[in-house]
Structures are given as structure tokens and as C-alpha cells.
């Protein structure tokens, strides 16, 4: 069925690309029309030229079209996919601006900056400082619901928990946050040696937050081949590359309070325990410490600098075969893995998929509030989204000691956005474990106003009264 679709923040080029290159190997979606918008010309026209070479590559029958102007990509589109990253002027992308809020909070003693959080140590998951992003975020959904109201809203860019949330309290806009942290399940499973084809298992929890509830290998409990692994193989765990946590030191400990193996990218979301310094990263995360540190994350920022370049060099060269001088990259057959296009495809089509996206509550997680986001296993058909029952629930533990103070957090960085009380964005800090002078509280937070990117948030935040 030909549909449209509007990839907003289109200049996300790896992203956008690889996207596409689901949609055009997805032939029940052929003929579709695929709206490239962002509002840099440069990107927009590389990453425009790049779809239609892959598209061709790989044989798909996409029609393409690019934008400066959202209402015009938005105008009839089905779906929209949201990867913009809001980009202050003059910067080279959105991680430049998160890097000197960081910096400025680390001269008041916040190693790894305000956002850092217990349940929150991702470095892209700015929440606190983040009012940028989260406008601009907000401005496409109200984009949507006035442009294209019957449209789904693809929520892919960070922080997908507190976008979402935001985008469902304020507009009437149908709305799904969209992660790949499921796929740590698998490094899992090949690293206790089991095929996933004799596995039932099941994960819930928050965005950057979930826990695997169900673990079955050929229909009995798979957590005693956990328990074994723990003690016989542990000891002899390295880290190959700094993202490879998924059983790493940290993982262990969280799975033995909480009785749940984390899963994902909430191996790197645990206490400060884990992560009050580059030492302490080292020692829970090996060698590497993760990538959420000083040392790996600007290595990772300015490697996706480079990628981007070098993309944007080739979109250039209609001579270069992207699909044979990069095949990991762009695959001619292989699907990406990501999720976005098998959910169109299934509400598009009825091929009916099992997919683990953030939806509303609505009692599928026992004890947590109904209109708080969820991400959790769903079916997914032309007649909706049907979510799984949780079971087994998760553990008391997680709900009262992680998902609950993870959700706190949610709900005072969007109350402090919602309303601009800087008060709220001060008793984060008063609450900080890091903090050692209070008085510094409101200078810290003064600077970060004084930005020059900040501008509009500090006009936000001295409108409370």
C-alpha cells in the first residue's frame, strides 16, 4: 500500500538512510513517498541523494521528495519519524551544546554534568538542561496534530521517556516512543550460549529502564543457566568495546538486588555507585568504563562527526556503490533491526509483528500509574497496539527502588518545563548527592541560562513567578 511518510531531523543522515532502506526492502510498502525534511540545506540534499542511490541499489520502488519546510513534509503524511536533535547556531550538531552545558556544570563539581542522574547516566538523555530539544520536540507535535492529526507520531530522538510523556500530557497527537535497547537481550543469550529460537522471555519497564521479568529456554526457567554463567564464567567477562555491558561487573550487581538481569541500556543506568568517577566506571564497566565517560564519549561524538562527513563526501559521487563499499553499513537484504518500519508496515498492511515500544500504562505494569509511559512487548496489527500482560509482574524491589525514583525524575524535569519554575530545576540539585554548596545551586544554574544558545530558555524560566 503506497503511503507517506515524513522523516523530521532527515539530516540524521546514518539514521535516515538506514531507515529507508527497511521501508524499500519492506515490499508490501513499495511505492511509498518518503518526505525528507530538515533545516540544514546541505545535509538535507546528501542524505536526499543517498536514499534515492540506495533505494536503487537494492531494487525498492520508493518515490522521494525533500523539504526546508515542515508543514509542507507533514502535509498528508501517515507517519511522521521525529530524529531531529535541536542544533544551536553555529554548532556541527546537538552534542556540541550538551558538551558545554556539561563543562559548565563540572566546574561546580557535577561530574558528567547536571543530567547525569541515578537511573539516568546516558549521555544523550539530557533532561534538566534540555529545554531546546524539548521545545522544538513539543513544536513537531503540535505541527502534527494541526497538519496531519490522523498521523502516528514516531518518537525515535532521546530522551524518548521524557518526549513522549511530554508530547502525550499536552497534545492529542497518537504518539509511540521508539528504543533498540531491547536488542541486549541477544548479546545475552549468545553469551550464555542459547538459542533464542528455544527462548520465551519477556521485558518491561521505562525507557533506558527495563528488566527481563520472563527468561525461559526450552519451556523451563533460564535463570539458573544466569546463576551458572555468574559463577563460572564472570571472572573471565572483558569488555571487547566500550558499548559491550550487557554482563559486565554492574549488570551482575544490579541483577542481585534486584532480581531482574537489566536489560539494554539500563546496564549503564544504575546508582552512583557505578559511576561517581572514571575509576569507579572502569571498575563496574571494564577497561573502557562504559561509553558514558570522559574519555569514550568524545571519542564516539567525534567519530559520528567523521562517519557524517565522509557520508555527506559520498552523497557527492554518484559513481560509489554505497551498498558495496560500505555492506555492514547498508545492507542490500538484510533489515536494519530497528523497529519504525515494521510498525508501519504492520498497521499499514496486517503484518502483524511483536515489537517493544513506550506506550501509555493502563495497568499493563501492576502499581504504576495509568497515564505514565511504559515501554513494554506489544502486537501490532491494523487494528492497533495491543500490549502484553506483564507476567510474571515485576519485582517490588524495581517498582519501589528504580522505576519510581526514575519516574520522579521524569515528572520534575517536565514540570519544571511545563511550568518554568526554576525551583524545581534548583531541588534537583539540592537533592544531588554531588552537591556540596548550596548557595552555588543558583549560580550554576544562572550560567547555564547565560548560555547564548540559551536565550529563549532563560526568558522561560524568569517568566515564574
Known amino acids: 500500500m503506497s503511503i507517506k511518510i515524513s522523516f523530521i531531523g532527515a539530516g540524521s543522515v546514518r539514521y535516515t538512510v538506514k531507515l529507508v532502506g527497511d521501508l524499500a526492502k519492506t515490499k508490501e510498502l513499495n511505492d511509498s513517498l518518503v518526505s525528507l525534511m530538515d533545516i540544514d540545506e546541505e545535509r538535507l540534499e546528501a542524505v536526499y541523494n543517498l536514499c534515492k542511490r540506495y533505494n536503487e541499489e537494492i531494487g525498492g520502488n ?21 530524529t531531529a536533535l535541536y542544533r544551536a547556531p553555529g554548532h556541527e550538531d546537538g552534542y556540541v551544546s550538551y558538551e558545554i552545558m556539561r563543562d559548565v556544570a563540572e566546574k561546580y563539581g557535577y561530574y558528567r554534568g547536571i543530567d547525569s542522574q541515578e537511573f539516568n547516566m546516558v549521555s544523550d538523555y539530557y533532561t534538566f538542561t534540555n529545554y ?33 510523556q511530554l508530547i502525550k500530557r499536552l497534545t492529542n497527537v497518537k504518539v509511540i516512543g521508539f528504543c533498540h535497547g531491547v536488542e541486549g537481550i541477544f548479546e545475552v543469550l549468545k553469551a550464555l550460549g542459547i538459542d533464542k529460537k528455544d527462548t520465551d522471555w519477556q521485558i518491561a519497564g521505562v525507557n533506558h529502564g527495563i528488566w527481563l521479568n520472563r527468561f525461559l529456554y526450552k519451556g523451563e526457567n533460564a535463570y539458573p543457566l544466569l546463576d551458572e554463567w555468574i559463577e563460572k ?79 555527506m563526501e559520498v552523497s557527492k559521487n554518484p559513481k560509489i556503490k554505497i551498498t558495496e563499499n560500505w555492506p555492514e553499513e547498508f545492507p542490500k537484504e538484510k533489515l536494519s533491526g530497528e523497529q519504525q ?11 502483524e509483528v511483536r515489537l517493544f515500544l513506550n506506550v501509555l500504562n493502563n495497568g ?18 491494523k487494528n492497533g497496539i495491543f500490549p502484553e500482560k506483564i507476567e510474571p509482574d515485576l519485582p517490588e524491589k524495581i517498582k519501589k527502588y528504580y522505576l519510581t525514583p526514575r519516574i520522579m525524575r ?17 531541588e534537583v540539585l539540592v537533592r544531588d548527592p554531588r ?30 513567578k
Open 62 to 82: 520508493l518515490k522521494f521528495e525533500k523539504t526546508l519546510d515542515r508543514e509542507k513534509s507533514l502535509r498528508e503524511a501517515d507517519f511522521v519519524i521525529n
Open 132 to 164: 531546546n530539544h524539548l521545545k522544538m520536540s513539543l513544536d513537531i507535535a503540535r505541527s502534527v496534530e494541526k497538519i496531519c492529526p490522523n498521523a502516528w507520531l514516531i518518537q525515535t530522538a532521546n530522551p524518548v521517556f521524557e518526549i513522549t
Open 233 to 311: 564464567e564472570s571472572k573471565n567477562w572483558e569488555s571487547t568495546n566500550p558499548w559491550d555491558t550487557h554482563l559486565c561487573p554492574a549488570v551482575i550487581d544490579m541483577y542481585q538486588f534486584y532480581g531482574l538481569l537489566p536489560i539494554g541500556d539500563t546496564t549503564r543506568n544504575g546508582s552512583w555507585k557505578y559511576h561517581h568517577s572514571l575509576e569507579a566506571k572502569k571498575r563496574w564497566y571494564g577497561k573502557f568504563g562504559g561509553i558514558d565517560n570522559e574519555v569514550e564519549r568524545p571519542k564516539f561524538y567525534e567519530e559520528l562527526r567523521q562517519i557524517k562527513r565522509m557520508i
Open 341 to 351: 518500519i515494521p510498525f508501519i508496515n504492520a498497521l499499514t498492511n496486517n503484518i
Open 364 to 381: 499493563t505494569i501492576q502499581e504504576i500509574p495509568d497515564d505514565i509511559v511504559v515501554e513494554v512487548p506489544v502486537k501490532v496489527n
Open 410 to 426: 521524569m515528572e520534575m524535569a517536565l514540570d519544571a518545563f511545563i511550568t518554568g519554575d526554576r525551583k524545581i530545576l534548583e
Open 435 to 464: 552537591t556540596k554548596n548550596y548557595d552555588d545551586i543558583p549560580k550554576l544554574w544562572d550560567e547555564i541560562f547565560n548560555l547564548p544558545f540559551n536565550k529563549e530558555m532563560k526568558e522561560h524560566y524568569n517568566k515564574y
